[in-house]
């Protein structure tokens, strides 16, 4: 019989989350500036709202969702508006971004707000308020949440599925998240089954954080339908499609969207941010971050206003040590390596790893030797091997065809390659200019 | 792909996700399969005396200078030669000239995978090749079997004899192999010595169980297909069954036939050559069975009395074909990959 609690194929990485597995979530202080880019978001970047020299609280907007599937952008500090320009974006880019010099005298206290209650809003007007509040997915997509709140007529959800997953190594966000804030977690998940009317929820967690598996059974109120369910460890266990696989037995059809196989699925963090929208009124302008990585002093869980900058955090931490190589946004199998300590930390941002020497990859590559390593490590059971020399050939448009639209860009296949070829990286550049050839040809 | 910032004193490099490795690299693999090779070999040394390391070095030599010259810089650290020549040379009768062994591991380096260019775009097992470069330039010196009596110090046969002069009469005793009693003279020859080595035959021939042995370390570290020689062992033993059932005067036991000739060397040595081997799972299932089927074939029907180099070096012919037909069920599809065009 199928492993009901995973998935086929996949990889173990070593785990590493011991470093701050136990270390609780403390508060960073707030930084001399703030930088908030436009662009944080899956979907179109917010619309610009702030001038220079404008006064700022905490939680007031800056930028203003551009259509349905974007989400404004709120200032995370209080302070004035020093300047709006390119700043180094977290992705290698640049991009818009609006800088506030915090008052380093404020009280940091929001504007007083009226709190939506939940029981009495239609599904649209939940959908409306968590828009307003900025929420996208904390587990690294950034995608708009309300958007999976509102599924299109005939679109019928059964189960909310909320992802504690956390599978990449060394984060552990979702996981203290799920062990100091429990309740949060549920009452999250009550006003998001109540806007999507669906009567079960299932919560998969990975079994490496028995702890956050206890305190969420153990707050489990008795009237909510929710099951917390343990998981095998294996990455990418946190890929929806693999979350879905293991919890329900469905498998999304290639091309389509969880929601059409009834599922709708939500990262634990965003499921406490909407939880908080709810509670306090305010929007999402903080977040948890994993610090962490043999190359950092105090590796640590930290709160941390958005926009806070990479060098603010690392300083927090006790700076970095001697053989420091490379420091990556998000987990080190998906995370971007950052070229500049000046970027911020965006909504998206759930960890930052700092590897040394020892962890980093290797630069010699050597001839696919067809060993099939990929093959038995790709979740979606395409054909890396195949796919990596039509890359290397520039036989873009045959990769189409060998499902490169399926590949989720988990990275299994360059972790096992014994001869150390940058496989997802040839396919995230396949993807992008596949991409282009479509536009060009609309 | 990958840069160094300056940020005050920090360097910091950039690279492409995912930022972890596996701790596997291909140069491992290839030196893991030559250490596991180290005992074929010490077992050979046991049988012949001398000439056995004699000979493999003198094809490893050939294999490495062809590699060295022609392939691209630092090609030889990957350790791909070094296994091919190392097997080439057990494939060889223990008598062979050094020089035609040499030759031997030259042509199959040069021929049987830089032209192809070079690691990974080989066709044919680049050691097989080699053999049969051997066999049709000198099929006398290839099915020469010196006796194993004498001194264990004493060189097999004529193993430095000159290039191109004509070879020296033999004098010493020679003898026939296991499967060549069978297949002329109808023979059978007792299991034990044909599992442990101690009869007649090349290098690599003899000592079946060790090299199950050996192989299986490999297997277990996963740097060899255990599904290929499994299949293949599982096809030989039911069709020579099967044959035996028949006729059992004409046709000799499973057992005989699993530990004769080359073939535990080649299911376990050669047909799992990654380069050369399909690279799902059903497709080595259907690479191993099709090797069985045709070693018992050209074994029973054949005009020579072995047949195990030439149906490897026919199915790896088919491996596009087999990987072609044997893509998985991409997820949420309900059929394989159809990126099978460009498997060629």
Known sequence: ?442 | MTETGHLGELQLQLRASPHLKAPDSTPRIMWSVVGSLVPVVAAATYYFGPSAPLVVAAATLGALLTERAFGQGGSLGDGSAAITGILLGLTLPPGLPLWMAFLGGAFGIGFGKLVFGGLGQNVFNPALLGRAFLQAAFPVALTTWPATEGGWWQLRGDNLALPFMSPAPVDAVSSATPLGLMKFESTPTDTWPLMLGDTSGSLGETAGLLILVCGGYLALKNYLNWRIPASIFGTVAVLSGLLFLLDSARFPDPLFALFSGGLVLGAVYMATDMVTSPVTHAGAWLFGVGIGALVVAIRTWGGLPEGVMYAILLMNALVPFIDRATQPRVFGTSGPGTGAEAAS
Not at chain 1, 1 to 10: I, K, P, Q
Not at chain 1, 213 to 230: C, F, H, K, S, Y
Not at chain 1, 326 to 333: A, D, K, N, R, T
Request: hydrophobic content about 40%; glycine content about 10%; overall charge neutral.
């Open chain 1, 1 to 442: 019989m199928r492993d009901r609690l995973s998935f086929r194929h996949g990889v173990h990485p070593p785990e590493r989350k011991e470093l701050t597995a136990g270390a609780p979530i403390r508060r960073m202080p707030f930084p001399e500036e703030i930088v908030l880019p436009l662009r944080q978001h899956t979907g179109k970047p917010a619309r610009l709202l702030a001038k220079p020299g404008d006064r700022v609280e905490r939680g007031d907007k800056v930028a203003e969702s551009d259509g349905f599937v974007s989400v404004p952008i709120h200032a995370s500090a209080a302070g004035t508006v020093k300047d709006i320009g390119w700043w180094p974006h977290p992705d290698g880019s640049m991009a818009e971004a609006v800088r506030i010099t915090v008052d380093r005298f404020s009280p940091q206290i929001p504007r007083p707000r009226i709190i939506p209650r939940w029981e009495g809003l239609t599904p649209d007007q939940v959908v409306q308020a968590v828009q307003r509040a900025g929420v996208v997915g904390l587990g690294g997509g950034a995608f708009p949440t309300h958007v999976k709140l509102l599924p299109p007529e005939g679109v019928a959800v059964d189960t909310l599925i909320v992802n504690g997953a956390e599978c990449e190594p060394y984060l552990t966000t979702d996981h203290r998240i799920m062990v100091e804030y429990p309740e949060r977690v549920h009452f999250g998940i009550r006003v998001m089954m109540h806007t999507l009317g669906v009567g079960r929820a299932i919560i998969g967690v990975e079994k490496n954080k028995p702890d956050a598996i206890e305190a969420l059974r153990e707050t489990l109120p008795d009237d909510l339908n929710v099951g917390v369910q343990g998981l095998t460890v294996k990455y990418p266990q946190g890929y929806e499609k693999m979350l879905i696989e293991a919890l329900t037995g469905r498998e999304v059809p290639s091309g389509k969207l969880p929601m059409h196989i009834g599922v709708v699925v939500q990262n634990v963090g965003s499921i406490a941010c909407i939880a908080e929208v709810f509670e306090t009124g305010l929007p999402l302008i903080e977040r948890v971050v994993t610090v962490t990585g043999p190359g950092v002093r105090r590796p640590s869980n930290l709160i941390v206003p958005v926009g806070s900058k990479l060098r603010e955090l690392l300083e927090f931490c006790g700076g970095l040590r001697k053989d420091a190589t490379e420091i990556v946004f998000g987990g080190p199998m998906m995370g971007a390596s950052q070229p500049d300590l000046d970027a911020p930390i965006i909504k998206g941002t759930t960890g930052v790893v700092v590897l040394t020497e020892k962890e980093s990859r290797r630069r010699r590559t050597y001839p696919c030797i067809r060993c099939g390593s990929c093959l038995d490590a790709c979740p979606v059971f395409v054909n890396p091997s195949l796919l990596g020399l039509l890359a290397q050939a520039g036989r873009f448009e045959e990769m189409e065809e060998a499902n490169l639209a399926d590949c989720m860009l988990c990275g299994c296949c360059s972790y096992v390659c014994p001869s150390n070829i940058p496989l997802s990286q040839m396919f995230a550049l396949a993807k992008a200019g596949a991409k282009r050839r479509k536009q060009q040809a609309a």
